[in-house]
């Protein structure tokens, strides 16, 4: 097996011990291919599916995948009027998974975010019945302080650049601690516990996916 495979389930390993505590079910996959069968279990019957913004899930075809598995998927881009998005909200809040990654994940078993509308972090915090977490091992990071700076160094800078915005991060590709009108980071959330026991399944997977 290559290092770097071993490496990654070793890690994982760590992770997944330390998430059980804060009351979330994670799970290790080797590539994208096992994480699908995996969810495909885990979300057993028809189910009503919402998700944030992840090119984890968009480039590896986990839409596409849940849709063949005969769930159905609340689809963002269809709710474009306010009278649609608060329609969007209203269902989104009630369905039954919502689906997204992480900007940084801890040894320690944390989840770290930062958000621009907050349309991912929302849910994640509060309504869907089950939230999943899609993360390659490459968001993993040693501490808070590195999580934290890899979401804000990292994962926003590119996708503020993705996004077309013109934030000091895409010309710095770093963070500058903007304050301008389209900054996509309003909320930065730090998520270390679940109230409701395995709410948040957690499903890493031992490739480097997103950013
Ligand atoms: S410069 Fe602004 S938009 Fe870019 S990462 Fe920092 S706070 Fe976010």
């Known amino acids: 097996m290559e290092v770097a495979k071993k490496y990654y389930q070793k890690q994982a390993q760590v992770v997944i011990n330390n998430m059980k505590r804060r009351n979330f079910e994670a799970y290790y996959c080797d590539n994208v291919s096992e994480a699908k069968k995996l969810i495909f279990n ?8 919402g998700y944030g ?3 984890t899930l968009v480039e590896n075809g986990f839409f596409e995948s849940l849709e063949d598995m005969g769930h159905e998927l609340i689809k963002r881009e269809d709710y474009k009027t306010p009278n649609e998005q608060d329609e969007l909200k209203k269902k989104l809040i009630t369905c039954d998974a919502f689906f997204t990654s992480s900007n940084a994940i801890t040894m320690d078993g944390e989840l770290i975010n930062i958000d621009g509308a907050c349309s991912r972090v929302a849910y994640m915090l509060y309504g869907p019945k089950e939230v999943y977490v899609v993360a390659g091992m490459n968001k993993i990071s040693f501490n808070r302080e ?10 926003a800078p590119k996708n503020a650049i993705r996004l ?6 895409t010309k710095a590709g770093k963070c500058m601690n903007c304050l301008d009108e389209d900054t996509i980071c309003c909320d930065i959330v730090i998520t270390r516990f679940s109230r409701i026991k395995n709410r948040i399944k957690v499903i890493l997977i031992g490739e480097e996916l997103g950013y």
């Open 146 to 155: 590195e999580g934290l700076s890899r979401a804000s160094n990292v994962a």
């Open 53 to 55: 913004g992840s090119m």
């Open 164 to 169: 077309n915005h013109e934030t000091p991060c």
């Open 42 to 49: 885990l979300l057993g019957s028809k189910k009503t599916i």
